[in-house]
């Protein structure tokens, strides 16, 4: 873009930059109200052709006589706030909310005011929408704990007495069981709109959970809020019939009263009430009981002998819990234990001679003396039965916490004979995650195991979320700050759930969802919800942090009728939901699973092809145009792989497989030796002929790798000085001491360093300065577009200028036609890479192209 001023180039800059932003943008004289810019993108969102000139209240509001209500000019020209300001506006003439930054500016002795406004319509619906409970139409939990927050400050403030309602729902399990659950929802639906219809402001009131409601009365005390809830227990009774519930509406209420100097949380309160209205729970399941009892009758005495199968006896016990049952001869030493038992631990068979010897073998040597001590005691009929906790290896070589309780029988003259009792696992009995408090992986794969085979529901819909970049939580805080906003994220997501899901922690930062008779609307809903739960930055004990999930969702029995294949699947829709940049949900699909499956065996191919001597592999070469003489420069080598089984595969493809498995190590071992003897070979006839070779960051991690480089160099005889190594800006700007060294071991020998695809990473001005390369390369989304896009144009024309002045070499990729060439030819560039000069060929077939035999001289 030839322009004479400086000054020029940086008003035109600047105005296309403005009108590219998608964002409205406009500055006004404070004197006289008149806008003095406007940018293209507020134009068409107001329908403004020429609004410069124009006062901004005429044409911006509407019937705008003056400054409107919202303007803070003039609290800011009388020093009332900050230089800038910020407030949200709903605009009648666009009919959109907007986020507005206002700030006063001084130029040439006038003040004037820009404004700069986001268009958050969307973002506010979703928000109003995200805070409502669908079944009821009440605040969720979210926006209920909220407004409690915020109610309790006013109560603080005013000094007014503040009482806090907890009610549960009696016998919702019971008509879910009779009737279903959409009998349940109707129950749910008439006792939220009668406790809507009885609640006024300031009170309120939103549902807590499945079953539970919290009712917020503000400058009541106990007795006046219990007034408040005996009349709508009333109400439910007296109005059921009218909505066709025929059965008993009620619920059991707990209160909990604050006072204006007492320092209790919401989360505090709440608890409070709970325990409160556990009281009222139990004596409600009291009363059931004893109406049961009494319509029962009385009961009538057995007078047959009691008789059962005593061969069979033990096996029923061991079947019925999942505690190891043992029974034991004092005499003989002989034990008997339940198969679980023997395969946990290894046991010779469920016959075991000699048991306590056997078993000394397992104990933890920390636990051992207890474990020989308590077993002497019964053995010497010192002591009749022992409750001891000890550990135990299992046969992963885990240590097991057991606890063993057992009873001694005597014979006829008193001596030890029978010994039994049962040992607990422990880590069985562990079901629940201590950090969340949500079910573990295993009471997950439990649910989904017995629910496919009890055969209850039509349907299953399993989500597995996993919160994307978890470790920049860890890293810029503390694990311990990770697993509070894990426990954090299980609350949120476990508030968002309909009362048919069930949320559970699994490995890491993964969570799974249950859905029982889930379709896709329903994933895509609690999905929907979590999505916009974690839309903005958050903040917890004063840090503030930001983070996203993303989703991977089956169906059973649609995708796969066993918990091993929906898991894998549900892996598998995730995974692919993080390669599409996360924060979304991915439906298991069979091209997911052809995706996975082709994956995972190019793998397998690619690692049998470097195993046979790089069998199928291949290096093109495509050439790099030195700029003043239109001669070849030199030729970037390329990796090609033809499979056996698939054909030609994309180095898109494979080069990311080499990548995650590290074979790219040994390929880039094996391209690094064929490209620099090939540039041997060519710079016979050629003496100044350059190769350039991509280097990736697992390959310079590599110990060996600087030996490799020497050794290859020295047996091919080719000057270091023709060698390029290319890696990516990415790497490049990392502030990694390993690849630093690396990067001037290679240059101490000899070799030039190129930074890769300049612009796409983490570009800055500054780095062009710091990083020691030798050659820029631009990268090729630059040159499109280039004749007409002013932007492209100028930035490569800026980098170049800069890159000189640095001493370094500019190489374009990505020339394809002759008008891009034209429009950069000019530019100082010194090498030019891309389609219109030549693709990557094969050896032989780059070879008859560029060096025919007039050039063969290296004379031009």
């Keep these: 873009m030839p322009l004479d001023r400086k000054g020029s180039f940086d008003e035109v800059f600047l105005n296309d930059i403005l009108d590219q932003i998608n964002v409205n943008i406009y500055i006004t004289d404070i004197e006289t109200d008149q806008i003095v810019y406007m940018n293209e ?9 020429h609004p410069e000139g124009e006062k901004c209240w005429k044409i911006l509001v509407r019937d705008g006589k003056q400054r409107c209500s919202l303007c803070n000019i003039d609290g800011l020209l009388a020093g009332r706030s900050e230089n800038s300001c910020t407030w949200d506006e709903t605009n009648l003439i666009t009919g959109k909310i907007y986020k507005n930054y206002g700030r006063i500016l001084e130029q040439n002795g006038k003040q004037y005011f820009i404004q700069y ?17 669908e079944l009821t139409k009440m605040l969720n939990r979210r926006a209920g704990r909220e407004r409690m927050t915020a109610a309790l400050d006013q109560a603080r403030s005013e000094k007014i007495i503040f009482t806090a309602a907890l009610c549960d729902v009696n016998g919702l399990k019971r008509v879910n069981d009779m009737y279903g659950h959409s009998e349940g929802d109707h129950l749910l639906r008439y006792l939220s709109s009668v406790i809507r219809r009885n609640v006024e402001e300031p009170d ?46 009620s619920f059991s209420c707990g209160l909990a009263e604050v006072y204006p100097e007492d320092h209790y949380t919401v989360p505090e309160i709440i608890s409070k009430a709970d325990e409160r209205m556990y009281i009222q729970k139990r004596e409600y399941h009291i009363r059931c009981a004893r109406e049961r009892l009494a319509n029962a009758g009385a009961p009538q005495k057995y007078e047959e002998p009691f008789d059962y199968d005593r061969e069979h006896l033990y096996e029923a016990l061991t079947d019925s819990t999942d505690d190891y049952i043992f029974v034991g001869n004092m005499k003989t030493g002989v034990f008997r234990y339940p198969p679980a038992m023997v395969a946990e631990f290894g046991l010779p068979g469920e016959i075991v001679e000699n048991a306590a010897a056997f078993w000394g073998k397992l104990i933890h040597p920390h636990d051992e003396q207890g474990f020989l001590e308590s077993n002497q005691e019964i053995a010497d009929g010192h002591a ?31 001596v030890p004979w029978l010994f039994a009792g049962m040992i607990t696992n422990q880590g069985k009995n562990n079901k629940v995650d201590h950090m969340t408090g949500l079910y573990n992986k295993y009471e997950f794969e439990g649910l989904i195991k017995q629910q496919i085979a009890d055969g209850e529901q039509e349907t299953l819909g399993i989500i597995i979320l996993n919160i994307d970049s978890f470790k920049d939580i860890n890293d810029l805080y503390n694990r311990s700050f990770g697993d509070e906003i894990l426990r954090l994220t299980a609350n949120k997501i476990e508030a968002l759930l309909p009362p048919n899901a069930r949320l559970f922690r699994l490995d890491g930062d993964e969570f799974g969802i249950v859905v029982l008779g889930g379709v896709m609307e329903d994933l895509s809903s609690i999905f929907g919800r979590v999505q916009r739960s974690f839309h903005n930055q958050q903040k917890h004990n004063g840090r503030k942090y930001y983070c996203t999930l993303s989703a991977g969702c089956v169906f059973y029995p649609e995708n796969a009728d066993n918990y091993l294949d929906l898991l894998k699947y549900a892996n598998y829709s995730l995974e692919y939901s993080k ?3 996360k924060n979304r949900m991915t439906v298991f699909s069979t091209d997911i699973l052809r995706r996975k499956e082709r994956k995972l065996e190019l793998n397998e191919l690619l690692r049998e092809s470097i195993e046979r001597g790089f069998i199928g592999f291949s290096i093109y070469y495509q050439p790099q145009i030195d700029a003043a003489t239109g001669e070849v420069y030199g030729a970037e080598a390329l990796a090609r792989w033809h499979c056996g089984k698939y054909g030609d595969v994309s180095p898109g493809e494979f080069i990311p497989l080499l990548e995650q498995s590290g074979m790219i190590v040994q390929l880039g071992k094996w391209i690094f030796a064929q490209s620099v003897f090939q540039c041997s070979k060519w710079c016979e006839k050629k003496s100044d002929f350059h190769i350039s070779i991509n280097v990736s960051y697992r390959q310079l991690l590599d110990t060996d790798v600087l030996d490799f480089i020497r050794t290859t160099i020295d047996e091919s005889g080719l000057d270091p000085s023709h060698i390029t190594m290319e890696l990516t800006e990415t790497y490049l700007v990392q502030e990694d001491v390993a690849i ?24 800055s001005l500054f780095s062009l300065k710091k990083i020691p390369v030798d050659i820029v390369k631009i990268d090729q989304g630059f040159v499109r577009n280039i004749a007409t896009d002013v932007f492209n144009a100028t930035f490569i024309s800026y980098i170049t200028e800069l890159c000189h002045e640095v001493g370094k070499i500019v190489c374009l990729e990505g020339v394809e036609t002759i008008e891009e060439y034209n ?15 030549g693709r990557p060929v094969a050896a032989d077939i780059f070879e008859k192209s560029f060096f025919r035999d007039e050039k063969m001289s290296g004379e031009s």
Excluded: P
């Design 41 to 49: 993108t507020m134009k068409k969102d107001f329908k403004l052709k």
């Design 117 to 133: 406004e986001t268009d958050i319509t969307e973002f506010s619906r979703l928000s109003e929408t995200a805070r409502i409970d």
């Design 204 to 249: 309120f009131a939103f549902r807590l959970s499945g079953d539970e409601f919290v009712i917020i009365f503000m400058g009541k005390d106990k007795e006046e809020a219990d007034k408040n809830i005996q009349w709508i227990g009333r109400q439910l009774k007296e109005g059921r019939e009218d909505m066709s519930i025929f059965y008993e509406v």
């Design 384 to 414: 009749d039965s022992h409750d001891i906790e000890y550990r135990a290896k299992n046969v992963k070589g885990e240590w097991i916490w057991l606890r063993c309780r057992g009873r001694m029988m005597r014979d006829e003259k008193g």
């Design 579 to 581: 390669l599409m940049g």
């Design 740 to 763: 630093r060294r690396m990067v001037s071991a290679m240059q101490e020998m000899g070799i030039q360093i190129a930074m890769d695809d300049f612009g796409t990473g983490y570009s």
């Design 823 to 837: 429009a950069v030819r000019d530019s100082g560039i010194e090498l030019f890479q891309g389609y219109y000069f």
